[in-house]
Structures are given as C-alpha cells and as structure tokens.
C-alpha cells in the first residue's frame, strides 16, 4: 500500500509517499481501507517534533480518517464487521494511507447520510469540542458561548455541537468566507478577530455580561483579553496555544473565574465511549455537520501541514488516498 512516511523530525518535507507492506490485523484489531483522512494542527507539531509526544521513527501521520472496514482480527472485536462503514478516532498505523490498523474500540459507526470526507472531519475535532464543552467546563443549556477561530474544524464543531445544545453561541473568524460559514452553521454572531476592539465588541453583544464559557484555540494571543470578557463564574478552557502568555491573575479574582486545559489524548476510555457515542447520534439526526473546506491527494500531505496552519480556515482539510 502506500502511505506517507516520516523518518525525522522536521519541516513539511520530512513526509513523503512511500510503498509500504499492508498491515494485517491482530487480535482485538480491524483493518480500516481509508477513503479519506483529516488533517489536524497537531499532526504539524507531533511532525516537527515540538509535541510533548513523540512516535518511534518511521511513522504515518494521522489518526482521523473514515474508510471501509478491509478485516477484523477475530478475538476481541464486537460490533463491527468487513464491510461496516466507519469513522477512526485513532489508529495503530497512522491515517495518512491506504489502509490503517486500529483498535477496534477506535472505531465507529459512519452513518450512510455521512460523506467518508465528512467522517474523516469528525474525529479529532468533534470529539475535542465536545470534551471541552461538556467534560471540561460543563456548559449547560442557556449559557453564552464564545468560540474563537469559530471557521476551523474544531471552531465549526464546537459551533453545531453547543448550538444543538442550547446555549447562546458567538463566534470569531478572520475573513468574509469564515465569518459567512460561522453565520451559516447559525451562530447568533460573529466577530472578526482581524479588527481592532472585536472582543469589546463581542462582549457588548452580551449586553455587557461577558461570556460564560470561552473556547480558545490560540491561548497564547487571546488569554488575557478572555479573561477580561468573562461573565461572573466564566471559564476559559485552553484547546491550543503556540507559545507563552503573561496574564494578570486578579482578572480570576475578580469574576471567580477558571481556566482549564484540555488535550484529547488524556481522555479516558470510559469518557471516550460516551463522546463518541454522542457524535454518532448527531451526525445520525444531522445536527452534526462536518464542513470540508479543502480536499487533497495524499501526496499533498506536506502542503496540507502548511494549509492547516495558514490563517482563513473554512473548514476541515482532508487527504484522500
């Protein structure tokens, strides 16, 4: 089969196309053909070998992807079978091929209304914002929300996922195309984070309250501003940041405020089972949505990396073998 392969840490570059031998599933494993696989911000750090995690070298990258199940391993797998279509949350081989080894409980129904592009958007990006909304900061309905960088995929996500909720949710983006898809995915408003005094603005929407939950995917920009925009009892829960950030400590004080982070790789299993359980169920009703914004040959992996990083997301990069 072929897949890209990464044999040192570094730039785009490192990853190439290679021919490799098929994998073949042991116990407790299925063999999943992919027929797309989602690009995420932090395969370009887990790449470049800033991330805190690093995989044994040679490696594919990825763990997003939907396909068709190819085989299961026999021993240990229950509920799903060759030919299931299904979505992956994580795999053994690395998405970014044509076929993946993965454990069978990282697995998951696609349902039939469900693109294998739209599957491979939902992993990584539906399974964080719903962590974040629901097991991190526990929102309830009635709250107001505001999501930056509201057009990438996790952005989107956190959009449907905390609409379909009921709470109030606000959104920012940096162009017209991501500011219209924020708006699209019904956004009570959206504020475009480009322009000078936008958070001033935001919180004006609020009627001056301030936010209760606040979804920050660049902490180390936005973090003290956030906390300045939050309503009484708010809470910041940290999804991605690029380096550090200084802050004043009596912003918390002063509104009894939290600020909490996340990785999606310290879920535990037991939480895992009910995120995801939630996300098939909403892409069945159809209030879970993915939004693909760009589609590329698997050979275009290194030119992914860099699209997933530029500003002016409008939804979920994927690859497709």
Same mark, same amino acid.
């Given at each position: +089969?072929?897949?890209? /392969?990464?044999?040192?840490?570094?730039?785009?570059?490192?990853?190439?196309?290679?021919?490799?031998?098929?994998?073949?599933?042991?116990?407790?494993?299925?063999?999943?053909?992919?027929? =797309?696989?989602?690009?995420?911000?932090?395969?370009?750090?887990?790449?470049?070998?800033?991330?805190?995690? /690093?995989?044994?070298?040679?490696? *594919?990258?990825?763990?997003?992807?939907? &396909?068709?199940?190819?085989?299961? $391993? &026999?021993?240990?797998?229950?509920?799903?079978?060759?030919?299931?279509? #299904?979505?992956?949350?994580?795999?053994?081989?690395? =998405?970014?091929?044509?076929?993946?080894?993965?454990?069978?409980?990282? %697995?998951?129904?696609?349902? $039939?209304? #469900?693109?294998?592009?739209?599957?491979?958007?939902?992993? %990584?990006?539906?399974?964080?914002?719903?962590?974040?909304?629901?097991?991190?900061?526990?929102?309830?309905?009635?709250?107001?929300?505001? #999501?930056?960088? =509201?057009?990438?995929?996790?952005?989107?996500?956190?959009?449907?996922?905390?609409?379909?909720? $009921?709470?109030?949710?606000?959104?920012?983006?940096?162009?017209?195309?991501?500011?219209?898809?924020?708006?699209?995915?019904?956004?009570?408003?959206?504020?475009?984070?480009?322009?000078?005094?936008? +958070?001033?603005?935001?919180?004006?929407?609020?009627? &001056?309250?301030?936010?209760?939950?606040?979804?920050?995917?660049?902490?180390? #920009?936005?973090?003290?501003?956030?906390?300045?925009?939050?309503?009484?009892?708010?809470?910041?829960?940290?999804? &991605? *940041?690029? $380096?550090?950030?200084?802050?004043?400590?009596?912003?918390?004080?002063?509104?009894?405020?939290?600020?909490?982070? +996340?990785? *999606?790789?310290?879920?535990?299993?037991?939480?895992?089972?009910?995120?995801?359980?939630?996300?098939?169920?909403?892409?069945?009703?159809?209030?879970?949505?993915?939004?693909?914004?760009?589609?590329?040959?698997?050979?275009?992996?290194?030119?992914?990396?860099?699209?997933?990083? *530029?500003?002016?997301?409008?939804?979920?990069?994927?690859?497709?073998?």
């Amino acid at each position: +089969m072929k897949a890209i /392969r990464v044999h040192e840490f570094g730039p785009p570059e490192v990853m190439r196309l290679e021919e490799v031998p098929d994998p073949s599933p042991g116990p407790g494993q299925v063999l999943v053909r992919i027929r =797309a696989a989602g690009v995420n911000p932090v395969e370009t750090y887990i790449r470049a070998g800033a991330y805190a995690r /690093r995989p044994a070298l040679p490696y *594919s990258p990825g763990n997003d992807a939907a &396909g068709i199940v190819e085989a299961v $391993g &026999g021993d240990g797998v229950r509920g799903v079978a060759a030919g299931d279509r #299904v979505y992956t949350s994580e795999t053994v081989t690395g =998405a970014y091929a044509e076929l993946a080894l993965c454990d069978a409980t990282r %697995v998951h129904p696609l349902p $039939g209304s #469900v693109s294998y592009a739209q599957g491979a958007a939902v992993g %990584v990006p539906y399974a964080t914002a719903w962590r974040a909304l629901f097991h991190r900061i526990r929102a309830v309905p009635g709250e107001t929300v505001l #999501v930056h960088g =509201a057009s990438g995929g996790v952005g989107v996500a956190a959009v449907q996922i905390a609409r379909a909720a $009921g709470l109030r949710v606000f959104g920012t983006a940096g162009t017209a195309e991501g500011i219209a898809l924020v708006l699209r995915e019904r956004a009570h408003a959206v504020f475009d984070h480009r322009t000078t005094g936008y +958070m001033e603005e935001a919180v004006a929407a609020t009627g &001056g309250r301030g936010f209760d939950v606040i979804l920050e995917m660049l902490a180390n #920009v936005n973090l003290g501003r956030d906390l300045k925009a939050l309503a009484m009892g708010g809470r910041v829960v940290v999804i &991605g *940041s690029r $380096g550090t950030v200084e802050i004043d400590p009596r912003e918390t004080m002063a509104r009894d405020a939290s600020i909490v982070g +996340m990785s *999606s790789f310290n879920m535990p299993d037991a939480d895992r089972a009910v995120v995801h359980a939630a996300l098939v169920a909403g892409l069945e009703n159809g209030t879970l949505r993915p939004v693909i914004g760009r589609e590329l040959p698997l050979s275009a992996a290194a030119e992914s990396h860099v699209a997933v990083m *530029s500003p002016g997301a409008g939804g979920k990069i994927v690859l497709l073998p």
